[in-house]
């Protein structure tokens, strides 16, 4: 794995191609990298909301941070629409912004993928 320093100037780099927020408080922040051999993902949340200039020009309250090794392009894909058709059920969205912490909000989301 990077270091965090190039985790970041990797991911603004992305960025600037094209935001990855994608409108209703959702954004998805993904990258391949080099030295990974497994995917990497994590899930964040701010309560105030982060201005990236997502679609439809509102603040970012849930990101889903996809990190996946440059050789592993099929399973990014199938990754970043697994997360897309999640983040797009209104309920699930509430569900992660009222969520106490990271266990509940790991719950959640396990409860929902296993939905489907």
Known sequence: MPEETDL???LKNREE???TGLG???????V??????????????SVEGVDFN?????????????VTP???????LKALARISRLLRKPDFRS????????????????EEDEKE
């Not at 997502?54 to 996809?66: E, N």
């Open 8 to 10: 970041v100037q990797i």
């Open 32 to 45: 391949y990298l080099q030295n990974i051999s497994t995917p990497q993902a994590a899930v964040g949340r």
């Open 70 to 76: 440059e050789t592993s392009k099929g399973d990014h």
């Open 95 to 110: 569900s992660l912004m009222k969520a106490s912490g990271r266990e509940e909000m790991q719950r959640i989301i396990v």
């Open 17 to 19: 191609l094209g935001s």
């Open 54 to 66: 997502a679609i439809d020009g509102r603040p970012v309250h849930i990101f889903f941070l996809l």
């Open 24 to 30: 209703d408080g959702v954004a998805i922040p993904h």
